[in-house]
């Protein structure tokens, strides 16, 4: 992994983009090979960690947009009211 997706940055602490990046290289490593069981197993540990924190990523920018969307509706619903006395 380059410095940029150092793999011992908790995985906490890293991004979406990194998070992702960082999960493509672990497969391509695995998928490879080559590697012994404990840095296998070790990497597929990491891979899993990566993987829950992209989808905790993506729920939450779902919820984000969701909120959005109920505020803009609700937002013209008010609107729509103003205009009907």
């Given at each position: 992994?380059s410095?940029?997706?150092d793999?011992?940055?908790p995985?906490?602490a890293?991004g979406?983009?990194?998070?992702?990046?960082?999960?493509v290289?672990?497969?391509?490593?695995l998928?490879?090979?080559g590697?012994?069981?404990?840095a296998?197993?070790?990497?597929?540990?990491?891979?899993e960690?990566?993987?829950?924190?992209?989808?905790?990523?993506?729920a939450?920018?779902?919820?984000?947009?969701?909120?959005?969307l109920?505020?803009?509706?609700?937002?013209?619903?008010s609107d729509?009211e103003?205009?009907v006395?």
């Amino acid at each position: 992994m380059s410095d940029s997706q150092d793999s011992t940055t908790p995985v906490d602490a890293l991004g979406y983009e990194q998070s992702r990046d960082q999960l493509v290289e672990v497969v391509r490593l695995l998928e490879q090979g080559g590697l012994d069981l404990d840095a296998s197993l070790k990497l597929w540990e990491r891979g899993e960690a990566l993987a829950r924190r992209c989808e905790e990523h993506l729920a939450g920018a779902q919820a984000r947009i969701e909120a959005a969307l109920a505020a803009s509706q609700n937002d013209s619903e008010s609107d729509s009211e103003k205009y009907v006395d």
